[in-house]
């Protein structure tokens, strides 16, 4: 489901309910920077970026859908954290998966310390679905667009955006 877009955003890997029909990129994976790729203008972006902004204490989002199953991924930055989490729903039936590891960032960069990673999963007959979050050690960088934050992997192109909470 996500490509560059999570490796920048934490290194992080999001997948839900196994689908040998899922589009996958050269790499394997599947490709959110297409999806995203025009998202910073977004009506919900509008406004003017406040210069003395600062990410500590914010909360982020960004919504997608793939092969039917649609995903909320979220990151809140507070007291020295970063909390990811992916919500996944399909056929009415939703599983979030949290992690929160300890960071440090300042002014333009977030630097992830630890690694970690959760896993929800819904079994029954004729149903399955894995919800899945994890983070690795890296580093990104970031700018606010409007009311947006921009997220970058040092020296790549491709970039995220992601809205307010």
Not at 116 to 140: A, H, L, Q, T, Y
């Amino acid at each position: 489901m996500m490509k560059f877009v999570l490796a920048a955003l934490v290194a992080l890997t999001l997948t839900a309910c196994s689908d040998s029909n899922s589009k996958k990129n050269k790499n394997g994976s599947d490709d959110l920077t297409e999806q995203n790729s025009g998202a910073e203008n977004d009506y919900r972006c509008a406004g003017n970026t406040d210069p003395s902004q600062n990410i500590e204490g914010t909360s982020w989002y960004y919504t997608f859908r793939s092969n039917q199953i649609d995903f909320i991924l979220s990151m809140d930055v507070y007291n020295g954290y970063v909390t990811m989490s992916n919500e996944c729903s399909l056929q009415g039936r939703s599983l979030t998966a949290r992690v929160s590891v300890p960071a440090r960032y300042d002014h333009r960069t977030i630097e992830v310390l630890s690694r970690d990673s959760d896993r929800r999963s819904i079994s029954e007959p004729g149903f399955n679905m894995n919800c899945d979050v994890s983070v690795k050690p890296s580093r990104m960088d970031y700018a606010f667009k409007g009311r947006c934050l921009i997220l970058t992997q040092p020296g790549a192109k491709d970039r995220l955006v992601l809205f307010p909470k």
